[in-house]
């Protein structure tokens, strides 16, 4: 882990509104800036109240993303830009939206195609669009990092681009575009949240100036998701959640997940199990798997999430599943259709995604990542 004298980059959208109804200040904003041509990036429910922006002129709407978009979806996207000829492209949705609008806001009308950019700073700039990003869910705090992922359906593995020419220009974070979110994606998400959190709090290249967004993200989720997932128009606790998905955001840029979401990824690529439904299963398992190689800062997070933990693994394991359980989400394999089958191309699939697994505290063999799945079948 980083000391407090290691170099450490940091990047913010160049402006945040946040907020309960927040929401119109993108439409103000825009016309400030003179953007006449919009094109929004969004799901087919979101895309039915666009109007909540208040964007004026010429605005353009694709409604088709998907759940973990794949590069047929980006496909369709690209299309809709090219033909927008959008001076501002807005991402209005789940991270899927938010990532597949950072995508098309460097890829399209370029020559760069989306295999050239794959992997770090291979975009080229500057880049020719407005981005703007508006997320409706608490979970990926895409709207704040310069990642966006696509899947491959040929390899069944993520495609992850990361550029700074993918920064948005704002993002506007308004609580209330979440309150209409179910009960149990409202669960996931926020669990996902707190992964990115946990994952950079105890990462390998984890540093103290990004240890304070890590460890208060986690605080806001254990204070504040439960009361979402029993009220989901209680205002304070979703705006607690939509900050929380922010400051995990912040801490993808410089720090990134490890094992947790390595072993999440293969369960949304191979089965479409949703990214936040993935990730939550799977985080108890590494939490614990890693307690042994950062023991004072997992203790950290079990507190941060109010719960007392003696320390050892089994401990650790049982109360981070416990925390998981009784927001109603799914915790086994095969409750979410994954056959017995698939356990061991899937832990080759995991052991492959070595940007994740490298970041991970404690070294996650292939017998490892193998163990873990049959335990969580």
């Given at each position: 882990?980083?000391?407090?004298?290691?170099?450490?980059?940091?990047?913010?959208?160049?402006?945040?509104?946040?907020?309960?109804g927040?929401?119109?200040?993108?439409?103000?904003?825009?016309?400030?800036?003179?953007?006449?041509r919009?094109?929004?990036?969004?799901?087919?429910?979101?895309?039915?109240?666009?109007?909540?922006l208040?964007?004026?002129g010429?605005?353009?709407?694709?409604?088709?993303?998907?759940?973990?978009?794949?590069?047929?979806n980006?496909?369709?996207?690209?299309?809709?830009?090219?033909?927008?000829?959008?001076?501002?492209?807005?991402?209005?949705g789940?991270?899927?939206a938010?990532?597949?609008?950072?995508?098309?806001?460097?890829?399209?009308?370029s020559?760069?195609?989306?295999?050239?950019?794959?992997?770090?700073?291979?975009?080229?700039?500057?880049?020719?669009?407005?981005?703007?990003q508006?997320?409706?869910?608490?979970?990926?705090?895409?709207?704040a990092?310069?990642?966006?992922?696509?899947?491959?359906?040929?390899?069944?593995?993520k495609?992850?681009?990361?550029s700074?020419?993918?920064?948005a220009?704002?993002?506007?974070?308004?609580?209330?575009?979440?309150?209409?979110?179910?009960?149990?994606?409202?669960?996931?998400?926020?669990?996902?949240?707190?992964?990115?959190?946990v994952?950079?709090?105890?990462?390998?290249?984890?540093?103290?100036?990004?240890?304070?967004?890590?460890?208060?993200?986690?605080?806001?989720?254990?204070?504040y998701?439960?009361r979402?997932?029993?009220?989901?128009?209680?205002?304070?606790?979703?705006a607690?959640?939509?900050?929380?998905?922010?400051?995990?955001?912040?801490?993808?840029?410089?720090?990134?997940?490890?094992?947790?979401?390595?072993?999440?990824?293969?369960?949304g690529t191979?089965?479409?199990?949703?990214?936040?439904?993935?990730?939550?299963?799977i985080?108890?398992h590494?939490?614990?798997?890693?307690?042994?190689?950062?023991?004072?800062?997992?203790?950290?997070?079990?507190?941060?999430?109010?719960?007392?933990?003696?320390?050892?693994?089994?401990?650790?394991?049982?109360?981070?599943?416990?925390?998981?359980?009784?927001l109603?989400i799914?915790?086994?394999?095969?409750?979410?259709?994954?056959?017995?089958?698939?356990?061991?191309?899937?832990?080759?699939?995991?052991?492959?995604?070595?940007?994740?697994?490298d970041?991970?505290p404690?070294?996650?063999?292939?017998?490892?990542?193998?163990?873990?799945?049959?335990?969580?079948?």
């Amino acid at each position: 882990m980083a000391s407090l004298d290691s170099p450490i980059t940091i990047v913010r959208p160049h402006l945040i509104e946040f907020g309960v109804g927040t929401a119109g200040k993108l439409g103000k904003w825009a016309a400030e800036k003179g953007y006449r041509r919009t094109l929004v990036i969004s799901d087919a429910f979101n895309a039915s109240r666009i109007d909540v922006l208040e964007l004026k002129g010429e605005v353009s709407v694709f409604a088709e993303v998907t759940p973990e978009p794949d590069t047929a979806n980006l496909e369709k996207v690209l299309a809709a830009a090219n033909r927008a000829d959008a001076e501002l492209i807005v991402g209005f949705g789940g991270g899927s939206a938010m990532d597949l609008a950072k995508l098309a806001a460097v890829l399209a009308g370029s020559a760069q195609t989306l295999h050239a950019v794959v992997g770090p700073n291979k975009v080229h700039g500057p880049r020719k669009v407005a981005l703007a990003q508006v997320p409706t869910t608490s979970g990926t705090g895409s709207e704040a990092g310069i990642r966006a992922l696509v899947t491959d359906p040929a390899t069944m593995a993520k495609l992850a681009v990361e550029s700074l020419h993918m920064l948005a220009d704002i993002a506007v974070i308004d609580p209330a575009l979440t309150f209409s979110v179910p009960a149990r994606t409202t669960a996931a998400t926020g669990v996902d949240a707190m992964a990115h959190c946990v994952e950079a709090f105890t990462n390998r290249k984890a540093h103290p100036m990004v240890d304070i967004y890590a460890i208060e993200g986690t605080r806001l989720v254990g204070k504040y998701l439960a009361r979402a997932v029993r009220d989901g128009n209680d205002a304070e606790a979703r705006a607690g959640l939509s900050l929380a998905s922010l400051y995990g955001g912040f801490c993808l840029g410089p720090v990134n997940t490890a094992g947790g979401h390595a072993l999440a990824y293969p369960l949304g690529t191979r089965w479409h199990v949703a990214h936040g439904a993935a990730n939550a299963l799977i985080f108890p398992h590494v939490l614990a798997f890693n307690t042994p190689s950062a023991p004072e800062k997992t203790k950290a997070v079990m507190e941060a999430l109010g719960r007392e933990t003696s320390g050892n693994v089994t401990s650790v394991f049982d109360a981070a599943y416990a925390f998981c359980a009784e927001l109603g989400i799914e915790m086994k394999l095969s409750g979410l259709g994954v056959p017995e089958s698939d356990l061991d191309a899937m832990a080759d699939d995991a052991f492959a995604i070595r940007r994740l697994l490298d970041n991970n505290p404690r070294d996650l063999s292939r017998a490892d990542i193998r163990s873990i799945y049959a335990v969580a079948f």
